[in-house]
């Protein structure tokens, strides 16, 4: 989904410039502190796991009603 591209590209730091606020972008620079502050890469990443299929649910849920 769009998420996952948005969230890849700023990971890469071809997305978002830095002052906006990312997932991609927090997950990238948790990265950088992983060993010291390990839930500034694990939050970002676990909240792009999770929006992703759920917004697929959701909207496939949508259809059937």
């Known amino acids: ?5 948005e969230a ?7 997305g978002v410039v830095p002052p906006t606020p990312s997932w ?7 990265i950088r502190t992983m060993l010291s502050h390990p839930h500034e890469l694990i939050f970002p990443a ?3 796991v999770i929006l992703g299929p759920a ?10 009603t």
């Open 8 to 14: 890849f590209l700023s990971f890469i730091g071809m």
């Open 46 to 48: 676990l909240f792009i």
């Open 24 to 30: 991609g972008s927090m997950a990238n620079e948790g």
């Open 55 to 64: 917004i697929i649910l959701i909207i496939g849920n949508l259809g059937n």
């Open 1 to 5: 989904t769009a998420i996952f591209i």
